[in-house]
């Protein structure tokens, strides 16, 4: 979309619903003339005033909800000690802005030293009067400041929601989304994954060494509480990503550290929590853009691995494609071009197009009947059919050849020498089992990803090439998994993060080296008892026996998954 208006950006970067604070109305002209002066709770005039009450009862703390500025001439005010402490307690305790004394009814050169002792020792803003005021103006100017705020901040949330409904009707990506919320909140804005890494981020200006440096270690110390909160630790506001009830995700707006002012909200949440409904919104409905027989195979190929289309409907739309597969043998093929440079998003659309149309040119050139569609951003997949007279090995290491010489060909930019990652899954007999040989080869793909291209002799990979860490390599961003290693690891990892701590790192030696304790200790270049004193103080972190089997697989498990994830 275009870029906003700086008027518009000018009223959203403000604080929203920024209420006018004791301070704020002291200089009012309409106060002024009251000579106003500050006897009490002078660091904390900084409080917002919602409302202005005018009373002179002493019990008037029953009527009050909290942010108000109370005006009195202290006419009713009780003549003890205990009275006037316990005046000044509750309209503390009801969170009363401020406390505002007129001189000349009650008092006349100064307040009983008894109240102006239990309003510092409170932090309620106490204030007298020296010139008598009419209370009515100071009521009617205030209220104005009040309404003006509310005014402002329907302002900035009705332009919030304008700016954030074009984003998501026009399909903008996620770091247009980022942008646009980094540009209205002046601060850098981090979309982070389950497992800490950064997904995409704007840096609103500052440097990305500044930003980014160190992450993982600074978010895991982030924790608010709730789904959207402010960590005055670190002065970060933190929401989380996701819909359907699917977390996958956390949308960080960085600031300085610092608490917020007193009885104030974040005034960029509501900017921050349409920002992430936006990207939750973007993930559900995006989709790339192809050729009309490209998009064609890839909705059959979807409608067989998402359930969809029922066998007879998959069978039946296949045929008419050309592509018989009732009486075939059927195998799943997943090609992936192995990890370079991230592209932009729209060079990311164009090279999934050219690698589509790619792999549609090798199965031509094999002579092979085959659907072939993209499966996600950076996946095309195949549902080859073969005839009884094609052997299977032979017309697989046909069409990786095909794949690598038309691939070294194409001469495209970040094209790998060696070739996509061809990978295989079982064949199967019948349209039924189609989705299966699909899914295997997906996983397969996604775990050979990360072997050494070159390092094999065979031409493709099958699922016997998979063990354990690739199967998790594959599940790395499945919020499920995230989710299993915080759940066993997270505490020990926040333990280290907060103390630069080692504690990971020996656990893992002690789990690689079978759990033989000796062997540990020697391999971590420590002392036996400072190597087993290091595991008590994992077992205590973790809540876990480090002598039992199944709590140790379960812990190596969740390091396996740990690297896996960082990847």
């Known amino acids: 979309m275009d870029d906003l208006p700086d008027t518009l950006i000018t009223l959203i970067a403000r604080r929203p619903a920024m209420l006018p604070t004791v301070a704020r109305i002291l200089d009012l002209d309409v106060m002024r003339r009251g000579l106003p002066q500050v006897v009490a709770g002078a660091d904390h005039l900084e409080r917002p005033v919602r409302w202005v009450h005018v009373s002179e009862l002493p019990d008037v703390a029953g009527?009050?909800?909290?942010?108000?500025?109370?005006?009195?001439?202290?006419?009713?005010?009780?003549e003890d000690r205990e009275g006037l402490a316990r005046y000044v307690h509750e309209l503390d305790e009801v969170g009363v802005a401020g406390l505002v004394v007129e001189f000349g009814r009650r008092y006349f050169d100064s307040l009983p030293r008894a109240l102006v002792n239990a309003a510092e020792q409170r932090g309620l803003p106490l204030i007298t009067l020296r010139r008598e005021l009419r209370f009515v103006a100071v009521t009617e100017a205030v209220h104005a400041l009040v309404v003006n705020a509310q005014l402002e901040q329907l302002r900035a949330s009705e332009s919030v929601h304008q700016v954030f409904n074009e984003l998501v009707v026009e399909g903008a990506e996620a770091p247009e989304v980022i942008r646009q919320v980094a540009r209205m909140a002046g601060s850098p804005v981090?979309?982070?994954n389950l497992a800490h890494q950064v997904l995409a981020h704007d840096t609103a200006g500052r440097s990305e060494s500044e930003v980014l440096e160190d992450w993982e270690r600074r978010s895991r110390g982030v924790r608010p509480a709730g789904r959207t909160g402010h960590d005055p630790r670190s002065g970060w506001l933190v929401t989380t990503v996701g819909a359907r009830g699917q977390d996958w995700g956390r949308l960080v707006l960085v600031q300085e550290p610092g608490p917020l002012p007193e009885g104030e909200a974040h005034p960029h949440t509501m900017l921050l929590e349409r920002g992430a409904s936006a990207l939750a919104l973007n993930r559900l409905v995006v989709r790339d853009r192809e050729s009309l027989e490209r998009q064609t195979h890839r909705t059959l190929l979807s409608g067989i691995l998402t359930h969809a289309l029922t066998v007879s409907e998959a069978a039946l739309r296949a045929q008419a494609l050309g592509v018989p597969l009732e009486g075939r043998r059927l195998v799943g093929v997943v090609l992936r071009q192995r990890r370079g440079p991230i592209p932009a998003a729209?060079?990311?659309q164009a090279r999934l197009r050219d690698f589509t149309e790619l792999a549609a040119g090798a199965v031509r050139a094999c002579r092979l009947t085959a659907l072939v569609g993209a499966l996600d951003d950076e996946a095309v997949g195949l549902l080859i059919a073969l005839g009884t007279q094609q052997d299977e090995h032979a017309s697989l290491d046909a069409l990786s050849a095909a794949l690598r010489r038309m691939s070294a060909e194409s001469g495209r930019e970040g094209t790998d020498p060696a070739g996509p990652v061809v990978a295989v899954g079982s064949s199967v007999g019948s349209v039924r089992d189609a989705r299966r040989t699909l899914l295997e080869a997906t996983q397969v793909a996604d775990a050979a990803l990360h072997d050494a291209p070159g390092g094999r002799s065979s031409s493709y990979y099958r699922l016997p090439d998979v063990r354990l860490r690739g199967l998790l390599h594959l599940l790395r961003d499945d919020a499920r998994l995230q989710t299993y290693v915080e759940r066993e690891l997270g505490p020990l990892l926040a333990h280290d993060a907060e103390h630069n701590g080692q504690l990971v790192r020996m656990l893992r030696i002690y789990l690689e080296q079978g759990r033989n304790k000796s062997a540990a200790a020697d391999a971590a270049h420590l002392s036996r008892p400072s190597f087993?004193?290091?595991?008590?103080?994992?077992?205590?972190?973790l809540g876990v026996d480090l002598d039992q089997v199944e709590s140790c697989l379960s812990l190596h498990v969740a390091l396996l998954a740990l690297d896996a994830v960082r990847r």
């Open 63 to 78: 009527m009050l909800r909290g942010g108000e500025l109370v005006l009195t001439t202290g006419i009713a005010l009780p």
């Open 190 to 192: 981090v979309l982070e």
């Open 346 to 348: 729209l060079e990311a």
């Open 532 to 541: 087993y004193d290091r595991l008590h103080k994992v077992e205590r972190i």
